[in-house]
């Protein structure tokens, strides 16, 4: 009996869901999906490790410990470890604020924290030398007082810290958002102080939101190169994080000695995708809450 008969006898048809598609689009689809993850994912990250490992890995090493290439390795890792524990902090105090109380200018502060999203890094980087430029009002007196933030460590600092700080706190937000302030309730009229709250209830309710934004933190503080381009002066072997080496070797036609540097960038991402799979499938609702 056909669906319009049945609807004419009174019979609805039998409910389909929309996800009980039919075979061949489904497997259209997936095929579709694949194709393009392989062109534009797989084949460029494939062509990186055969590029690096082209002269054997004699070649790749000596890429890796050149005083140049070791200095640009050790810029990015310590440029991660002063980076991402500020913004550790800084989500931690931003979401707990918005999450938890209420008051004047909440919209405008959550604002603020999704800006980075929302303008290009280069203008980031920018926005630091007109601050700290020589022309600038707070560049001579800086300079004058023994003070360097442009083209040195502290001004790559700072522009990964710009570009890095929305990771943490939107992770978090959402997720004490949802969590809502009965737990935190409960333990101050128990007698718990507010850092003894903090501690044992409020952390361990976020702790995996909390690894999961830090995760990503990380990734983009070690990766980042529009607005660290802008604010480092590319001075070899003393401020060029390894995406600056990389750019500066590629363009000397060093394409070994690039790719064995952008391997390194390419082995953290991929581990980042596989802990970043492994918390969202063993704690799914606390290590993705921002999602929910």
Not at 239 to 260: C, G, K, Q, R, S
Request: net charge neutral.
């Amino acid at each position: 009996m056909s669906e319009v008969s049945r609807a004419a006898l009174g019979n609805p048809p039998p409910f389909r869901s929309p996800a009980d598609e039919r075979p061949l689009a489904k497997f259209l689809l997936i095929g579709l999906a694949l194709v393009f993850l392989a062109f534009f994912l797989l084949l460029p990250l494939v062509s990186v490790f055969v590029e690096a490992f082209r002269k054997g890995w004699v070649e790749y090493y000596e890429a890796l410990i050149e005083p140049d290439a070791a200095a640009a390795i050790r810029l990015t890792l310590l440029v991660a470890v002063i980076s991402v524990p500020l913004n550790l902090v800084f989500g931690l105090c931003a979401a707990w604020a918005i999450a938890k109380f209420e008051f004047k200018g909440k919209s405008f502060l959550i604002t603020l924290i999704d800006l980075p999203f929302s303008i290009s890094p280069v203008i980031s980087g920018l926005v630091y030398v007109l601050l700290f430029g020589s022309n600038s009002l707070l560049g001579p007196i800086l300079k004058s007082h023994g003070i360097t933030i442009l083209f040195a460590v502290p001004g790559i600092v700072l522009a990964t810290v710009f570009v890095t700080f929305p990771f943490v706190a939107r992770e978090l937000i959402p997720l004490m958002e949802d969590q809502g302030t009965g737990d935190e309730e409960a333990a101050l009229s128990l007698g718990a102080s507010g850092w003894q709250t903090f501690w044992y209830v409020t952390l361990p309710n976020i702790k995996w939101g909390l690894l999961y934004g830090v995760l990503l933190c990380n990734a983009r503080a070690m990766g980042e190169f529009g607005a660290v381009s802008v604010v480092s002066g590319h001075i070899r072997g003393l401020t060029n994080t390894m995406p600056l080496h990389v750019e500066i070797l590629y363009n000397e036609y060093n394409f070994v000695a690039a790719f064995a540097v952008a391997s390194l960038l390419a082995l953290l991402a991929l581990v980042t995708l596989a802990l970043k799979t492994l918390l969202e499938l063993r704690f799914g609702a606390g290590a993705a809450g921002g999602r929910h």
